[in-house]
Each structure stands twice: as structure tokens, then as C-alpha cells.
């Protein structure tokens, strides 16, 4: 019965009807902020909260992850390897013809890269064999090389390999400026 003369109250008039509202919404949103800033992920939390002490990582705990910038090693021999088998499968041996893009590239490249080579003429391919590969850039998740092709006349590719979950993949391909 209290409760019906409360809400008889809260209604009698739109002015105490508009203050019953803001307080309530008022509590609510204090509740619901206090409740978020005390989540850890939260970054309210994460300023105020003491910073944990460094610990190294070992072995176990990085397997399978990308080192981050400042620990990141040479990156070009893995990038490396993967270009050249990229290449490998992508130029077409002078004298031969093509009748589709090697299946194989699937693994070596990023899927949209994938999914425009499924799409690509394969009398389209460069044609030759390798005879340099010098990387323009690497960093610890991206890298640009650059490979000469001989064949009929010389091609020079741009390719850009990026690291990804398992390895690194060929992101793109191109022809180099002034190619």
C-alpha cells in the first residue's frame, strides 16, 4: 500500500514527476559509472591503478606471438623466404604457358591478394626467372622488397610481406615505378 501512495505522490504533479526521474536516472548513471571504473579494462581503472611490475617474458609465454617493436629481431630472413617461394610459384618459367595461378600461392598470400590472383589471367603472370631480391624496408610486421625478373626483357616487382599468424604472407604484388 506504501508503495501505491509513493507512486501516487511521484505523479501528482509533473513538476515532482520530472524531479522523481532526474534522480532516479541521476542514481543509475552513478551506479553505472562507479560500476566501470572499477572494471580493470576500463581505462579510468588502469590510470589510477598501480603499475605492475615488469616481468620478462620467457620462452613458453611469447611462443606463437609476433615480438613487439622494440624486441623485434631481424625480420628479413623470414620475410625473405617467404618472397622467394612467393616468386617461386608466381613467375612462370620462361617458355612455359600457364593454364591457372598455382593453388600453392594460397598459403603464402594475405586472402585478398588470394582472392584477386584466383581472378587474374594467368597468360598474365610475369614470365622469367628471379635474379635479385633486395628488401626496401623491413620493420617487426611489415616488409617491402623489391625482386628482378630476366626473361625476355627485365621486370622489376614490388611486393609488400607482412607478418601474420603463422609466418609471414605476401600482402602485394606489383610492378616496380618505371617498370
Do not use: C
Amino acid at each position: 500500500m506504501r508503495s501505491r501512495n509513493l507512486v501516487g505522490w511521484a505523479l501528482y504533479s509533473p513538476r515532482r514527476l520530472l524531479v522523481v526521474t532526474g534522480l532516479v536516472l541521476a542514481l543509475v548513471l552513478g551506479a553505472g559509472g562507479l560500476s566501470l571504473a572499477a572494471r580493470p579494462d576500463h581505462p579510468e581503472a588502469a590510470a589510477a591503478a598501480p603499475a605492475p611490475a615488469a616481468q620478462k617474458p620467457t620462452p613458453s609465454s611469447t611462443a606463437g606471438t609476433i615480438a613487439p617493436p622494440d624486441e623485434a629481431h631481424d625480420a628479413w630472413p623470414e620475410a625473405r623466404r617467404t618472397t622467394q617461394q612467393f616468386l617461386a610459384k608466381y613467375v612462370v618459367p620462361t617458355g612455359q604457358d600457364p593454364r591457372l595461378v598455382s593453388p600453392d600461392l594460397a598459403r603464402l598470400t594475405t586472402p585478398t591478394l588470394w582472392r584477386g590472383l584466383r581472378l587474374a589471367d594467368p597468360t598474365q603472370l610475369p614470365h622469367g626467372r628471379v635474379v635479385g631480391l633486395r628488401p626496401l624496408g623491413t620493420g617487426a610486421y611489415a616488409a617491402e622488397a623489391v625482386a628482378q625478373l630476366s626473361g625476355g626483357h627485365t621486370l622489376t616487382l614490388t611486393l609488400e610481406i607482412v607478418a601474420w599468424s603463422h609466418g609471414w604472407r605476401v600482402a602485394d604484388v606489383r610492378p616496380a615505378e618505371g617498370s
